[in-house]
């Protein structure tokens, strides 16, 4: 009882949280979920409040610091004015702890100072702090002595997600005891298997990705190729995104409408554009009416798979290779520029398997959600309840 009524006087913040992108809905919220059940008191903090107080009116959502639209045309701004933000919002006072979302955003490809700065002014004000199952890296030169810094003096500890992450760690000589490697924070979501569909559907998300010289014109002629693949072989294809549906936020569903117009007439008939947004309960229950998955976004991919459905993985940051490998599905995740014919004969080898991938799923991931949650209780144990 004690115990109990000590987490549930321990204020935890989840900050950084993005939820209009079902992806990171399912990060974060796998991550309330537990804290939820293990008695502590959780808020999370979010960007584009007004707009997902309403899509999720039954969860304890607070305003992000310095999310309006000054800060989104200057963001240079955001790390001067966030101790004056801190200090106003009530919330943040009174929180004890502050837990970054889980995510992949510790990368030189996003702005990590403006994502990791509030720590520096958490730790100022005396809270703890911790980032919970992230991808580390790649990171420049400039990022890295600033994470470096972050890590030694505002961070108390990170959680991360991959063997990537553990390297660059590594090579950043952080602490040992401040860090340990676990898997991606969705598989919290635990097992949920919807009954398996003989519907002859395949769901394919898509997006833009142009860092890295990669190039979203091969991108896009790869996944047409593979639609027509899928349709030659008796399916229907409905382009679905874990990011679509508002015009003030990332629509994958423009490009998915830019590849089927590409596509011949006879193929179009075949393909439907699903370009409405839906919130992160609808879209899971949806993704429960197809037989396949073809992922670009990585928790399109890790969704469908904790609902039993196989996906096939398009990796555009080295994340998506890590997560497969450690499922043992690394033949099954494809580069975002693989040659066309690499990646249908992959494809072929993916439909012709995709009971056996069913069989691996039943086992694979009930398994990785108990090692994800032993992960958690560690990190509980090392980081929330000790002293």
Same mark, same amino acid.
């Given at each position: 009882?004690?115990e109990n009524?000590k987490?549930?006087s321990?204020?935890?913040?989840?900050n950084n949280?993005v939820?209009?992108n079902?992806?990171?809905v399912a990060?974060f919220?796998s991550?309330?979920r537990?804290?939820?059940e293990n008695?502590?008191?959780?808020?999370?903090a979010?960007?584009?409040?007004?707009?997902?107080v309403?899509?999720?009116?039954e969860?304890?959502f607070?305003p992000?610091?310095?999310?309006?639209?000054?800060f989104?045309k200057?963001p240079?701004?955001k790390?001067?004015l966030?101790?004056?933000?801190?200090?106003?919002s009530r919330d943040y006072?009174?929180a004890?702890i502050?837990?970054?979302a889980?995510?992949?955003?510790?990368?030189?490809y996003?702005?990590?100072?403006?994502s990791l700065?509030?720590?520096?002014?958490?730790?100022r004000?005396?809270k703890?702090t911790?980032?919970?199952? !992230?991808?580390?890296?790649?990171?420049?030169? *400039? &990022?890295?002595?600033f994470f470096k810094?972050l890590?030694?003096?505002?961070? &108390?500890?990170?959680?991360?997600?991959d063997a990537f992450s553990?390297?660059v760690?590594?090579?950043?000589?952080?602490?040992?005891?401040?860090y340990?490697?676990?898997?991606?924070?969705?598989?919290l979501l635990g097992?949920?298997?919807?009954?398996?569909?003989t519907s002859k559907k395949?769901?394919?998300?898509v997006?833009k990705?142009?860092?890295d010289?990669?190039?979203?014109e091969?991108?896009k002629?790869?996944?047409a190729a593979?639609a027509?693949?899928?349709?030659?072989e008796?399916?229907?294809?409905?382009?679905?995104?874990t990011?679509?549906?508002?015009?003030?936020y990332?629509n994958d569903?423009l490009v998915a409408?830019?590849? *089927?117009s590409e596509?011949?007439?006879?193929?179009?008939s075949k393909?439907?554009v699903?370009?409405?947004y839906y919130?992160f309960?609808?879209?899971?229950?949806?993704?429960g009416n197809y037989e396949l998955?073809?992922?670009?976004?990585?928790?399109m991919c890790?969704t469908a798979?904790?609902?039993?459905i196989?996906?096939?993985?398009?990796?555009?940051?080295?994340?998506?290779?890590e %997560?497969?490998?450690?499922l043992d599905?690394a033949?099954y995740?494809?580069?975002?520029?693989e040659s066309?014919?690499?990646?249908?004969?992959?494809?072929?080898?993916?439909l012709?398997?995709q009971e056996?991938? %069913?069989e691996?799923? *039943?086992s694979?991931i009930? !398994?990785t959600?108990l090692?994800?949650e032993?992960d958690?209780?560690r990190?509980?144990?090392?980081n929330?309840?000790s002293?």
């Open positions: 009882m004690g009524k987490k549930a321990q204020k935890i913040i989840i949280v939820p209009l079902n992806g990171d990060l919220l991550l309330y537990i804290l939820l008695g502590y008191s959780v808020k999370i979010a960007y584009n409040y007004d707009t997902v309403k899509e999720y009116p969860m304890p607070i992000e610091l310095a999310q309006g639209f000054l989104r200057l240079w701004l790390p001067f966030l101790p004056f933000l801190f200090l106003l006072r009174k004890d502050i837990i970054g889980p995510g992949g955003y510790v990368n030189s996003y702005s990590i100072k403006s700065s509030i720590f520096k002014v958490a730790k004000f005396g703890k911790a980032i919970y199952a !992230q991808s580390v890296g790649p990171l420049n030169e *400039k &990022d890295s002595l810094k890590m030694v003096k505002s961070i &108390d500890f990170v959680l991360i997600r553990n390297q760690m590594e090579s950043l000589k952080i602490p040992t005891n401040k340990f490697q676990t898997k991606d924070a969705g598989f097992y949920q298997p919807a009954e398996r569909t395949i769901a394919i998300s997006r990705w142009e860092d010289n990669r190039s979203v091969a991108f002629k790869m996944i593979l027509r693949l899928a349709i030659d008796g399916y229907e294809v409905d382009f679905l995104s990011c679509q549906g508002l015009s003030f990332k569903a409408a830019e590849i *089927k596509l011949e007439e006879t193929y179009q393909v439907n699903l370009a409405d919130n309960h609808e879209f899971y229950e949806l993704l998955v073809i992922g670009t976004r990585l928790h890790i798979l904790t609902r039993g196989p996906a096939l993985n398009i990796s555009y940051e080295v994340k998506g290779k %997560c497969y490998n450690y599905l033949e995740s494809i580069d975002y520029n066309i014919e690499s990646a249908m004969t992959t494809f072929q080898v993916f012709m398997n056996k991938i %069913c691996h799923l *039943k694979k009930p !398994q959600a090692e994800v032993s958690f209780k990190f509980e144990t090392e929330l309840t002293e």
